[in-house]
């Protein structure tokens, strides 16, 4: 079962995502908070697999809540999905760069809200379906400057090359199809690249992959 908090300080958007969630036979909502000083005791006190966040909350914003949880080694297990109103919101990259798993604008379809919970579980990265690789480029370029690429020395020329396609948005099958190799393996080299630099998640290795200079802002592939 995989356990959800919902972090929002609107009753209605709660409402509407509990309702959806719980009728899922392998999701619950573990609970609700209605500001990012609640959400972070609700975390802790709970553990839940997966918290719906909203950025704009009171008393603490869903930023800064979020930032708490990732730094917090004893909450690497839960993850972060952002909850924003549009798409172009100026924090969403900041928040993927903070730990977020991803983000999701609030009139996403049902069906995209669910697949979002189960995929972050699954440790893949979550952006809504209208967020294109450009926009990944926006929020990079939003970042700081490239730092040395040194952590990349322990990757092999292939791990780079996946990280790179990663980076610029592609999904395992994409990937899998430019190298052609089979959708297993190009998951496999994912996940090896991912431990070898510590990210968290799929998201992470996107923010790694600018950061360190691999891919550069506007590079589309």
Known sequence: MIRVLLADDQSLVRAGFKALLDA???I?????A?????????????????????IRMPLLDGLAATRRITDDEGLND?????????????????????????????DTEPEELLRAVRAVVEGDALLSPGVTRRLIAEFAAR????AAAGALVELTEREREVMALVGIGLSNDEI????VVSPLTAKT?????????????RAQLVVLAYESGLVRPGWLG
């Open 143 to 146: 970042s700081k400057e490239p």
């Open 24 to 26: 899922q036979p392998d």
């Open 28 to 32: 619950e909502v573990a609970g609700e």
């Open 34 to 54: 209605a500001d990012g000083e609640a959400a972070l005791r609700a975390v802790r006190e709970l553990r839940p697999d997966v918290v719906l966040m909203d």
């Open 189 to 201: 080299h994912v996940s090896r690249t991912m431990v070898k630099l510590g990210a968290r998640d």
């Open 78 to 106: 839960v993850k972060v999905v952002m909850l924003t109103t549009f798409e172009l919101d100026e924090y969403v990259f900041e928040a993927i760069r903070s730990g977020a798993s991803g983000f999701l604008v609030k």
């Open 176 to 179: 899998a199809r430019r190298l």
